[in-house]
């Protein structure tokens, strides 16, 4: 039936490509890319129980890994897209081998301050970054052989994003259902008792936080490409807040369940940001009142009505 | 443009005075964190709602001493239902409490941004006196600032450390569970020092407004400084958390002699790392921490 589901969901998703009015399809693809964004976050939330907000730093990283090497030295789309991918790569590795073995308490604030200072230094390297005002870039065309698609065709981005969010999807999916997986979950529910097993508890937080990492700069490569621009502000902590509220919407510990998080909170900013400014207080007491009724998430809420369990802390 | 000796005590001074006010609000986040387990990402935003106040009570009443009474009467009723029914049932758990606070933080701020506006303001000098120091003439009020910070450090220490209610905040930091058992009220001291912390850093925020600008967003700079701090000093550490500003912020201040503010900053950043590297909690933290 879960297969059945899926198969739906995938076929659905193609269609909508055809038949979605431009505005709509627009605001689709953005929510595909966060889409990988939010599952990937939740590796480290849901997962093995990292709360980080320092993911901005991947967001970010993995925008301008994509969109500086198109600027700069004219490489293709895919190559760049991979570039950012290995960037968030090698932060998430830098960071993590800082933050993953400090206690929860430290790896928060630590995680909020390379946020706060990646921020800062990519507002100030106008010359890197294009500060603020951030940068544009030309996609050049995919070549698949004979075959050439434009990202500027009203349909291209579409199915690029979507292709990126089926593939990783899927890897997440497997590594979620491997031993691996069950480790992270292991990890979650009792640390101590998972370093008593023999495991080896730090190595595997890294793990999943690179794999967090790697995913969410993705999610920001092709943000970027859909936007056909990056600015200094994907470094910011809003990046790294986003996330959480997606996880918390759709709940903590699955992987469809944040991508619901991103549809209702996309949905819920394009039509109320439009009316009200100040929608980010909305944000907040959202926050507020879904920690308050469970830490699991409205989906993890639901579905685990009854279960034991939930963000364990 | 001062130049040898006193070009460089100039910005010392200024890291000193800055780190004063730092070490003001890094006591409350530090005092916070010890006793419930609250890691306070609003509390520049206090810091801000501190200064915005004070702001609206100097074109109130056109006296900036007046503000410095009031607004910290303002925050702490404030405060204190804040703690009770908002965040009381998340404390304990650092992360859970990080993200509830993100989300008081962001009411905070958009609350500022829509009666206070988005442009930042000046308030003039409360004491325009200046004195000159080794050929360097340096704003009175800015002195005066400093001294202020330090007798309410002080005079804080003094009542964490020889009041009783002091005793009953420090053991409630020790051991929460072991105070309630003596009969504390943990309910008030929980509050307390919440409405303590919170008020130290609405200070921090009315006695920095005159020397620098008032923006919704400015606790933002104060706060990631203030976690660095309490990160380097070691988390619940109140010793570790007050020489940790000094040392700090006297040493951005004297970088800022040579660098630009933001390189100054990485600079910091590169030497909490470095502390991170060696001591994982923090230069007096406690193990468990």
């Known amino acids: ?313 | 443009m001062p130049e040898g000796v006193g070009f460089i005590l100039f910005y010392l001074i200024n890291g000193l005075i800055w780190g004063l006010i730092i070490a003001l609000i890094s006591l409350g986040l530090s005092l916070i964190f010890g006793v419930m387990g609250i890691v306070n990402m609003a509390h520049g935003d206090i810091y801000m709602i501190g200064a915005v106040l004070s702001f609206y009570f100097v074109s109130l009443f056109g006296n900036f001493w007046i503000s410095l009474l009031i607004v910290p009467l303002i925050v702490a009723l404030i405060a204190a239902p804040t703690e009770r029914f908002i965040l009381r049932p998340f404390e304990g758990h650092p992360s859970v409490t990080m993200i509830a606070t993100v989300g008081i933080s962001f009411i905070l701020q958009q609350v500022a941004l829509a009666t206070f506006g988005g442009i930042p303001k000046k308030i003039s000098s409360p004491w325009e006196v200046s004195f000159d120091f080794l050929g360097v003439s340096y704003p009175g009020y800015r002195l005066l600032v400093a001294a202020i910070s330090a007798l309410i450090i002080i005079g804080v220490w003094l009542f964490l450390y020889r009041t009783s209610l002091g005793i009953l905040i420090r053991a409630s930091m020790q051991d929460k569970e072991m105070a309630s058992a003596m009969g504390i009220n943990v309910n008030k001291v929980l509050i307390g020092t919440f409405v303590l912390g919170s008020v130290l850093a609405a200070i921090g925020g009315v006695l920095a407004a005159p020397i620098s600008q008032v923006f919704y967003l400015m606790g933002n700079d104060v706060i990631l400084l203030c976690f660095i701090v309490v990160i380097v000093g070691g988390l619940g550490s109140l010793e570790g958390t007050l020489i940790a500003a000094l040392l700090l912020s006297s040493v951005e201040g004297a970088m800022a002699a040579f660098l630009t503010p933001t390189e100054a900053r990485a600079m910091i950043f590169i030497i909490m790392v470095a502390v991170l590297m060696l001591r994982p909690q923090g230069l007096f933290g406690s193990n468990s921490a």
């Open chain 1, 1 to 313: 039936m879960k297969r059945g589901f899926t198969f739906l969901l995938v076929i659905s998703l193609l269609v909508l490509g055809l038949i979605l009015p431009r505005g709509a399809r627009s605001l689709m693809v953005q929510m595909m890319a966060f889409s990988i964004f939010a599952m990937a976050y939740d590796i480290s939330l849901g997962f093995t129980n990292q709360c980080s907000l320092g993911h901005s730093v991947f967001f970010g990283a993995g925008a301008y890994g994509t969109i500086l090497p198109m600027l700069h030295w004219h490489f293709g789309v895919l190559p760049s897209v991979f570039i950012g991918f290995l960037l968030g790569l090698v932060l998430a590795f830098l960071t993590g081998l800082i933050s993953v073995r400090l206690s929860e308490a430290y790896f928060v604030i630590v995680t909020a301050i390379f946020s706060a200072i990646f921020h800062l230094l990519a507002m100030d390297m106008t010359w890197l970054t294009g500060g603020d005002d951030g940068l544009s870039v030309t996609l050049p065309k995919i070549g698949f052989g004979p075959l050439k698609l434009s990202l500027y065709h009203p349909l291209g981005t579409y199915y690029f994003v979507l292709a990126f969010l089926l593939a990783g999807y899927l890897a997440l999916r497997t590594i979620v259902g491997s031993p691996l997986g069950m480790i992270f979950v292991a990890i979650r529910e009792n640390e101590k008792r998972t370093a008593f097993l023999g495991y080896n508890v730090r190595t595997y937080k890294l793990i999943a936080f690179l794999i967090s990492g790697t995913f969410t700069a993705l999610s920001g490569g092709l943000y970027a490409v859909s936007l056909r621009y990056a600015t200094a502000d994907f470094f910011s902590l809003y990046w790294s807040i986003i996330p959480i509220v997606w996880c918390l919407v759709g709940g903590l510990g699955t992987l469809i369940g944040p991508c619901i998080g991103v549809a209702l909170m996309s949905l819920f900013q394009y039509y109320v940001s439009a009316w009200w400014t100040y929608y980010l207080v909305i944000f907040g007491v959202l926050i507020l009142l879904i920690l308050r009724v469970s830490r699991r998430g409205i989906l993890g809420y639901f579905i685990g009505r009854g279960a034991r369990g939930g963000w364990r802390l």
